[in-house]
């Protein structure tokens, strides 16, 4: 078969669809979550309160837009668009007896939109959407059961949409979860619907829920090939090189460290086992990985046929010395998003070659993207040059990684198409689009859709393969 290279972007139900209760689709945990900034975190409720937006609800309305919205990508030559499907839209409350076929038929009228504009779609099965009542009644993925319920959800989708799609996407970033680091609630919360300061151990807690989704993760995988051996199954990581504070050995050490700690997912589907070192890893702080012997066979056949990889920025290690220290210390290379985020371009390069070397797969470039403030000016136009220079800047190390560096990759999707609601702050005004939404922080405006300067950047990118940057 030959291999296209996909250009164009992702996006996800939570962020983008809302109608959040509209044609039997249950609760789903960022249901719950409200807006914050990048310096107050999210608040996570655990009922809806009357009065209080959930940007989730409302998203920016492409649930009733997607039509337009697929039009404009097809505007831009876009050749694949990655959507999700919300689990909360199939089995409203995750254990339900049967489909909600509403829910089926939406998606079946959003990809039957994207083949006729030629967009190949690419189907991410999880990202950031259980329904509720998993996390109620089951405990999330603390529970082995919801594995089960996952693999069902994912079954009955994959048939649905067998002739229609041949990319699935098993999970989304689900490697921020290492037992070993301590995590934020927010990053906790969107991964399985639990906040790291209420787990009651937490070390133990994320190893078995690392290790059901993992679990899940190659169960689905060899399941679609049983469905159609043409299907193509990735899971998508976020990485970045995590550089050393210097050339001390030990900070040298510290960083390989740190960086290897988002790996052991991505060993356990692209080997066919679980690695071994993490099993002792675990056993060394007397954590117990709840495995059964069937599953052996799971990742002996689920591996990976690609890797998704989101890139956004690159760390800094950041030695003992300074840890008490509230501010991180920062890399004097590298310039910072107004969010705080580094912007490397190189680091995509390397993160690619790190990976192809490792693992021999092709990778999917699955998001790529600068959030950035967007001003509206006299008369309508939106000049966002700094996105087109982050873009620019990126694709050119794409393509050294793979002209000159022999990388394999299969695409380049940007994160996200058009504004979108931002998933760690819930703010609207960290903007990613081409395509500008009109819609403000306490959700008011008109949601009217408008093309920015980087509308016709990318469009001409696309049209040239990227040689003209
Ligand atoms: C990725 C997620 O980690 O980062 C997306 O997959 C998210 O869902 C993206 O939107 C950018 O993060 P944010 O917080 O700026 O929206």
Redesign the pocket.
């Known amino acids: 078969m030959h291999q296209p290279f996909f250009w164009g972007g ?1 996006i ?1 139900a939570h ?1 983008s669809e809302g109608a959040w209760n509209l044609d039997g689709k249950g609760p789903a945990i960022m249901d719950y979550v409200r807006q914050g900034t990048r310096d107050v975190p999210r608040q996570i409720d655990k009922e809806i309160v009357t009065n209080v937006r959930y940007p989730s609800h409302k998203g920016i309305d492409f649930y009733h837009r997607y039509r337009e919205d697929i039009a404009m990508f097809a505007e831009m030559g876009f050749t694949a668009l990655r959507i999700s499907v919300d689990w909360s839209r199939i089995y409203p409350h995750g254990d339900d007896e049967v489909v909600n076929q509403p829910g089926l038929e939406y998606y079946h009228a959003i990809i039957d939109t994207l083949l006729e504009y030629h967009i190949e779609p690419i189907i991410t099965l999880y ?2 959407e259980l329904p509720v009542n998993l996390v109620h009644s089951y405990g999330s993925w603390l529970n082995r059961k919801v594995v089960d319920l996952y693999v069902r959800f994912c079954q009955i989708v994959m048939r649905a949409f067998n002739n229609k799609v041949r990319y699935w996407i098993t999970f ?2 689900m490697n921020h979860l290492d037992p070993m680091t301590t995590q934020t609630d927010i990053f906790t919360y969107m991964i399985t619907g639990l906040k790291y300061s209420e787990l009651s151990n937490p070390i133990q807690d994320l190893a078995t829920i690392g290790y059901h989704m993992t679990l899940a993760s190659v169960r689905v995988a060899k399941i679609a090939r049983e469905i159609n051996k043409e299907n193509q199954v990735g899971c ?1 990581f ?1 990485l970045s090189p995590v550089y050393p504070y210097d050339c001390h050995p030990d900070n040298v050490m510290c960083a390989f460290k740190e960086s290897e700690r988002d790996y052991y997912q991505v060993d356990a589907m692209c080997t066919g086992r679980f690695p071994e070192y993490k099993l002792s890893e675990y056993q060394s702080h007397g954590i117990n990985v709840p495995i059964e012997p069937e599953d052996a066979d799971d990742f002996r056949r689920g591996k990976l046929d690609f890797i998704g990889l ?1 890139y ?1 920025y690159s760390r800094l290690q950041q030695p003992q010395r300074f840890a008490d220290q509230e501010e991180r210390v920062k890399n004097p290379y590298i310039e910072q998003s107004r ?1 705080g985020w580094t912007i490397d371009p190189v680091g995509i390069r390397y993160t690619m070659n790190y990976i192809h070397r490792r693992y021999g797969l092709p990778i999917m470039i699955t ?1 790529n ?1 600068l ?1 950035a403030l967007d001003d509206v000016i006299e008369g309508g136009t939106i000049d966002d040059g700094y996105r087109i220079e982050y873009l620019a800047k990126h694709i050119e190390q794409v393509k050294k990684a793979m002209v000159e560096d022999f990388v394999t990759c299969i695409g380049y999707l940007t ?2 198409p058009i504004d ?6 819930g703010e609207m005004r ?1 903007r ?1 689009g081409f395509i500008y939404v009109d819609q403000d922080d306490s959700g008011a405006g008109t949601l009217r859709r408008q093309r920015k300067a980087s509308f016709n950047w990318f469009k001409d990118v696309i049209k040239n393969n990227g040689e003209n940057l």
Do not use: D, L, P
Request: charged share 10%; glycine share 12%; aromatic share 20%.
């Open positions: 992702s996800a962020q990202h950031f989304n970033e998508v976020g989101n956004y969010w998001e993207g959030g994160w996200a979108v609601i931002s998933a760690t702050t960290k990613y």
